[in-house]
């Protein structure tokens, strides 16, 4: 049985910085997609970075870039989200997904992609 389990979330003011981690179990670890995936109050769920667990490619959306870093440890089935230099427009509850289709994956931004996902950690920040 697939299992997400993410934790790390909290409440910061603006500048701050949290890492956000994903414990994943059930399936083969490496080779897949890893993505880091939030949702704010009234909006759509939208993609932050992902990850490819066998070779580390990663992407990231461009509201993020230079400020988020998606990394894994392979040895704990982990991925980590760090966030530094917090806006409060970051606020929203994050998700942690994977991609594990058959025959590999791309690394994107895909919601429609990533069939398994945890149930979320909340970040709140404030100005």
């Known amino acids: 049985q697939v299992q997400l389990v993410e934790s790390g979330g909290g409440s910061v003011q603006a500048g701050g910085s949290l890492r956000l981690s994903c414990a994943s179990s059930?399936?083969?670890?490496?080779?897949?997609?890893m993505g880091w995936f939030r949702q704010a109050p009234g909006k759509e769920r939208e993609g932050v970075a992902a990850i490819y667990t066998g070779g580390g490619g990663t992407v990231y959306a461009d509201s993020v870039k230079g400020r988020f870093t998606i990394s894994q440890d392979n040895a704990k089935n982990t991925v980590y989200l760090q966030m530094n230099s917090l806006k409060p427009e970051d606020t929203a509850m994050y998700y942690c997904?994977?991609?594990?289709?058959?025959?590999?994956?791309?690394?994107?931004?895909?919601?429609?992609?990533?069939?398994?996902w945890g149930q979320g950690t909340q970040v709140t920040v404030s100005s």
């Open positions: 059930g399936y083969t670890y490496n080779g897949n997609c």
């Open positions: 997904a994977a991609d594990l289709r058959h025959g590999g994956c791309i690394v994107a931004l895909r919601e429609k992609d990533f069939g398994y």
